[in-house]
């Protein structure tokens, strides 16, 4: 059974850093590919980085290059987002997303993705 589940979440000043974790049924994990999205106020969601399950493999945003950090752990079905260097920016509703293997870090558009966590809250204050 597909099942998604977001933690860590939470108010920060600019600068600061959050970890994200998304925990996984065993089912969803091994569609193997995964990602985190996100969707500020008035924007469309957009994927910020995504993991190939099997090889580690990842991808990035621009905006989040050299600040986000995307780890699975394959004992425990879990995806982690490591978010350093905040901005104000970064405030958003952060999604846990999976889909299949095929094209996994090429396509980026939430259409793509089949199964989506609830969204936790982090917000950025200047």
């Known amino acids: 059974q597909a099942q998604l589940v977001e933690s860590g979440g939470g108010s920060v000043q600019a600068g600061g850093s959050l970890r994200l974790s998304c925990a996984s049924s065993?089912?969803?994990?091994?569609?193997?590919?995964m990602a985190w999205f996100r969707q500020g106020p008035g924007k469309e969601r957009e994927r910020v980085a995504s993991?190939?399950?099997?090889?580690?493999?990842?991808d990035y945003a621009d905006s989040v290059k050299g600040r986000f950090t995307i780890s699975r752990d394959n004992t425990n079905y879990t995806v982690d987002l490591q978010m350093t260097s905040l901005k104000p920016e970064d405030t958003a509703t952060y999604y846990c997303?999976?889909?299949?293997?095929?094209?996994?870090?090429?396509?980026?558009?939430?259409?793509?993705?089949?199964?989506w966590g609830q969204g936790t809250q982090v917000t950025v204050s200047s």
């Open positions: 993991i190939y399950t099997v090889s580690g493999s990842t």
């Open positions: 997303a999976a889909r299949g293997a095929y094209a996994c870090h090429a396509s980026t558009r939430a259409s793509a993705y089949n199964y």
């Open positions: 065993e089912y969803t994990y091994r569609t193997v590919c």
